[in-house]
T-cell receptor
Framework: AAGVIQSPRHLIKEKRETATLKCYPIPRHDTVYWYQQGPGQDPQFLIS???????DKGSIPDRFSAQQFSDYHSELNMSSLELGDSALYFC?????????????????FGPGTRLTVL | AQRVTQPEKLLSVFKGAPVELKCNYSYSGSPELFWYVQYSRQRLQLLLRHISRESIKGFTADLNKGETSFHLKKPFAQEEDSAMYYC???????????FGQGTRLTINP
């Protein structure tokens, strides 16, 4: 079965450079989430999109921006990179499923992009 | 505030022994609780969700609203259970996940 695809898998940048991370959700999934996992840390929510509109925002720096395109893929743009931005960036996708107990959302994760800022 | 706490960063048990990974949460309302697992060099994948009340790979987890806990249990650990386990919660519907710090489980032969 198709899974969430992220590219690139590894990225090395210098301080103050920019980076673009891409996420391709599972077909027919309408929601995309971005998470950042620093070394030894738990994944932290950055931002999410539902039907190409931003649906929620977490602890995402102003230097970062993201969008979801008409084909539902999403890109996370990071500018003025800092050493502290070095982390694993996960993308997840989901599609709301109606269950007897109420709507249910299972998020499927991509393999992550490991960003190293030197 | 939404918070998930996994008190043990590392847990090591012998094969065949029972396993319990602890998870406590803080949430005002009725959250959805999940356990995610990450095997070596693989992506995060859903192991259990509280609403389904199912057993996956011998693991079960019961939501205790009084104690705000969602501990993960398995009666007899297997070597292939060695992995990183994350407890997570979300609000109802398509909402972000809030993760705990994770517990690295090692099953010794």
């Amino acid at each position: 079965a198709a899974g969430v695809i992220q590219s690139p898998r590894h990225l090395i940048k210098e301080k103050r450079e920019t980076a673009t991370l891409k996420c391709y959700p599972i077909p027919r999934h309408d929601t995309v989430y971005w998470y950042q996992q620093g070394p030894g840390q738990d994944p932290q929510f950055l931002i999410s999109f539902y039907e190409k509109m931003q649906s929620d925002k977490g602890s995402i720096p102003d230097r970062f921006s993201a969008q979801q395109f008409s084909d539902y893929h999403s890109e996370l743009n990071m500018s003025s990179l800092e050493l502290g931005d070095s982390a694993l960036y996960f993308c997840a996708s989901s599609r709301l499923v109606g269950l007897a107990g109420g709507p249910y959302n299972e998020q499927f994760f991509g393999p992550g992009t490991r960003l190293t800022v030197l | 505030a939404q918070r998930v706490t996994q008190p043990e960063k590392l847990l090591s048990v012998f094969k065949g022994a029972p396993v319990e990974l602890k998870c406590n949460y803080s949430y005002s309302g009725s959250p959805e609780l999940f356990w995610y697992v990450q095997y070596s060099r693989q992506r995060l994948q859903l192991l259990l969700r509280h609403i389904s009340r199912e057993s996956i790979k011998g693991f079960t987890a019961d939501l205790n609203k009084g104690e705000t806990s969602f501990h993960l249990k398995k009666p007899f650990a297997q070597e292939e259970d060695s992995a990183m386990y994350y407890c997570a919660l979300s609000g109802p519907g398509a909402q972000k996940l809030v993760f705990g710090q994770g517990t690295r489980l090692t099953i010794n032969p």
